[in-house]
């Protein structure tokens, strides 16, 4: 099967904003007042072989780069954001297995997932949420017994990759292992469901408790104590499946918001003209330029310098999460009572629904506090020992039509080494002041603060600091990083329209470069308010012509919203 494309999807899945199509936004709406799982849009996306976007092709996958994928899901996720774990769920166990599974693992796991069956991942503990070394759950003389919480695709899976404690202390003391469910007894595994969610209501999350569930040989993946770094460096992969649905419901979040704006008058003008609801949607708009510029700069990354990537995909994560949430109390702002309404014509309940899953979405993989303190601790290597600046690296990830390396997961690694090119080629972007026009004191602003991060990483690790600097230093370290990818991408890119603009244009990125700037300092980007202009132009010029915001539109099967 040969690779499906953002636009083969649409027009495959029609216009979302027709009220008959039952994969548009109000069957997804009725969905979610039922809290039913997707079941028709999921057979759906299974016959045109989505299911396979990021299953290696040695696997009988179709994936070719994550930024296709990312795109992909893009266009999944923004009619209903479900359709990513009730379709994608496996992607860490498929990585854990590709990681350290055996042939055997692999081929088996390739065949559930090739037949659009779920593969589990079971990690955490209701007990200990993000604090992982405190799991409990054991795997002893060829039986499991505990119990894992939030397993997603855990009432139906027909396998799943457990991570169980077979030592006393550290990293070392958890093993994984395969198990499939058929033909385990109900009584030595239950499948019972999860906490209901206030947001992605009908999703299969599932709480696995095992009594002394037997573990047949061979099920054992990889060595004795590996389980949990395997499953750490796995977690990387699926937090971009995570910005993909982050960014996803951000698009119709703008996109409903806009043609709200659009139509509704005020006086002699239509509110999408009228100062505040103006500023409020260039808000809004550079939000979701930056959160593109970072996630796709991510997604390209992981193929070109993966090694980095324990830092880079937690920093873009938060920035997609945080934007993608800002953004959307920015559109309620303008939507008004429309944003709370359950039901009623004009995309009512839509919008509500976006609100709760962005939420959900935010936290699926880790909290806020769990992404910052994961590479907070490798701040100080980053900052203090920044590796030289890589121009071919940076070439590769951020022009947009260069080739890319395969993705190669054994490749991740638990700690960035000093390969993280994006703030090492900060300076030499910053410096071209001629072809930034009203971009560059912004630009060269962005470099200084990067270069003070090393500063700031010291301060707080002295005695006696703010407890909270160095998760403060490593929020920071997000905006800025993201502001180095939006500069990054009109670099490498300036011969192109981006976000719609003519080629070399930079009123897109002095809007996000505002905007993250902004953020990084702790205020409110609205201050901004005359360079944010021309993000929200971008984003009505492509609203306009039916196409996804994002750095390269993709054609969309699309009308307004409500109209």
């Not at 990759?161 to 385990?184: D, I, K, S």
């Not at 299969?204 to 009594?211: M, V």
Request: proline share 5%.
């Amino acid at each position: 099967m040969s690779a499906l494309t953002a636009e083969d999807l649409e027009r495959r899945l029609g216009d979302p904003a027709d009220d008959t199509n039952p994969y548009g936004f109000a069957a997804a709406v009725a969905r979610d007042e039922r809290d039913a799982f997707p079941e028709e849009l999921c057979a759906e996306l299974v016959r045109a072989g989505f299911h396979l976007n990021y299953l290696p092709k040695e696997w009988g996958g179709t994936l070719e780069s994550f930024d296709r994928s990312l795109t992909l899901v893009r266009s999944a996720a923004r009619r209903d954001v479900n359709v990513m774990p009730a379709t994608m769920f496996s992607i860490i166990a498929a990585t854990c297995l590709q990681l350290h599974g055996s042939v055997a693992q692999q081929q088996r796991a390739a065949e559930i997932l090739r037949g659009g069956g779920a593969v589990a991942f079971a990690l955490t503990e209701a007990d200990h949420g993000s604090e992982l070394l405190g799991n409990e759950l054991r795997y002893n003389d060829g039986v499991l017994n505990g119990e894992k919480w939030m397993v997603g695709l855990g009432g139906r899976c027909q396998a799943v990759y457990v991570v169980a404690r077979t030592g006393e202390r550290g990293p070392g003391a958890f093993t994984a292992v395969l198990l499939e469910t058929a033909g385990v007894p109900a009584e030595r595994l239950e499948r019972l469901p999860a906490p209901r969610t206030d947001g992605m209501r009908g999703i299969d999350l599932a709480t696995l408790r095992f009594h002394d569930t037997p573990v047949p040989e061979g099920a054992l993946v990889g060595r004795a104590g590996e389980g949990l770094e395997a499953a750490v460096k796995a977690q990387q992969a699926v937090r971009l499946m995570s910005m993909a649905g982050s960014l996803g419901i951000a698009d119709s979040a703008v996109r409903l918001a806009l043609d709200f704006a659009a139509r509704r008058r005020v006086g002699r003008t239509t509110l999408v003209e009228s100062p505040y609801a103006r500023r409020e949607l260039g808000v809004a708009a550079a939000a979701l330029i930056a959160a593109d510029a970072a996630a796709l700069g991510a997604a390209r990354g992981v193929h070109v310098v993966p090694e980095s990537f324990s830092v880079w995909a937690l920093a873009a994560k938060h920035v997609v999460a945080e934007a993608a949430d800002d953004l959307i109390r920015r559109c309620g702002t303008v939507l008004a009572t429309r944003s709370v309404l359950r039901e009623g014509a004009g995309g009512a309940g839509l919008f509500q629904k976006l609100r709760r899953d962005s939420a959900v979405v935010r936290v699926i993989d880790a909290s806020t506090l769990a992404n910052l303190r994961s590479y907070a601790g490798q701040l100080p290597t980053l900052t203090e020992g920044a590796a030289p600046a890589d121009p071919a690296a940076l070439a590769t990830v951020f022009t947009l039509d260069a080739a890319l390396p395969g993705y190669d997961p054994a490749r991740l690694d638990m700690f960035a080494r000093g390969a993280e090119p994006v703030l090492a080629g900060l300076p030499e972007a910053a410096a071209d002041a001629d072809a930034l026009g009203p971009a560059a004191p912004l630009a060269r602003r962005l470099a200084d603060e990067a270069a003070a991060l090393a500063g700031l990483t010291r301060a707080a690790r002295e005695p006696g600091a703010d407890p909270n600097a160095l998760v403060d230093a490593a929020e920071r370290y997000a905006w800025l990083h993201a502001g180095a990818c939006c500069l990054h991408l009109w670099r490498g890119n300036r011969d192109r329209s981006l976000y719609g603009t003519e080629p070399g244009s930079t009123g897109w990125l002095a809007a996000a470069l505002g905007y993250l700037l902004a953020r990084a300092d702790g205020t409110d980007p609205r201050r901004h308010g005359e360079l944010l202009a021309p993000a929200l132009d971008a984003a009505l010029a492509l609203r306009d012509a039916g196409r996804l915001f994002t750095a390269l539109p993709v054609r969309l099967a699309t009308t307004p919203i409500g109209a």
